[in-house]
């Protein structure tokens, strides 16, 4: 399937968006956690890693002209807010938030990656490092006792409900 300029547009826009969330959620969780506990530092050497990849789609939206989404600032205070409660919780609860993102990461990131097939070189290969990078943020919070969360199901639930609409949200507006 042939992507044209406005899809991948579209993809640039919303994982930016995304990218910029999770720094977000990482800093309204170490706001509350702090940077002492071993679970704090799993959150801060994966934020860094969110930093960079948002980097490297700021730099890619500045060289192809691509708008950022309007809605930036809404998950500006959205994603540190979602942050801090779900650290306020608990550090299983931080961790379930980004066991529940990044399971919903790696679904859109996929979808992205079969519909450019061989399109853009450099957005799937920056979408194909980034999605291993995700995989193993999930495979950290599942390690570091996300599921064992209160209220796991019904957290996690809400979250990636949340994600899947910011995602949808993002491509657009």
């Not at 706001?31 to 700021?58: C, N, T």
């Not at 061989?118 to 193993?136: K, T, V, W």
């Not at 969360?149 to 949200?169: D, E, K, Q, T, V």
């Amino acid at each position: 399937m042939s992507t044209d300029h406005r899809s991948r547009a579209s993809m640039l826009r919303v994982d930016q968006a995304g990218e910029f969330g999770a720094t977000r959620i990482y800093a309204g969780q170490l706001a509350v956690m702090g940077q002492r506990s071993d679970e704090a530092r799993k959150i801060a050497r994966m934020a860094e890693q969110e930093a960079r990849h948002r980097a490297i789609f700021d730099r890619m939206m500045a060289e192809r002209a691509v708008r950022p989404t309007a809605l930036q600032p809404l998950w500006n205070v959205a994603g540190f807010a979602l942050g801090a409660a779900t650290a306020l919780i608990g550090p299983k609860a931080a961790m379930a938030c980004t066991a529940a993102i990044e399971t919903e990461i790696d679904r859109h990131y996929g979808e992205q990656l079969d519909q450019l097939g061989g399109d853009d070189p450099e957005l799937s290969a920056a979408i194909d490092e980034f999605r291993a990078d995700e995989l193993d943020h999930r495979e950290t919070a599942i390690m570091a006792g996300a599921e064992q969360a209160p209220a796991y199901p019904l957290l996690s639930g809400a979250i990636r409900l949340g994600c899947r609409i910011a995602i949808n949200l993002s491509r657009r507006i």
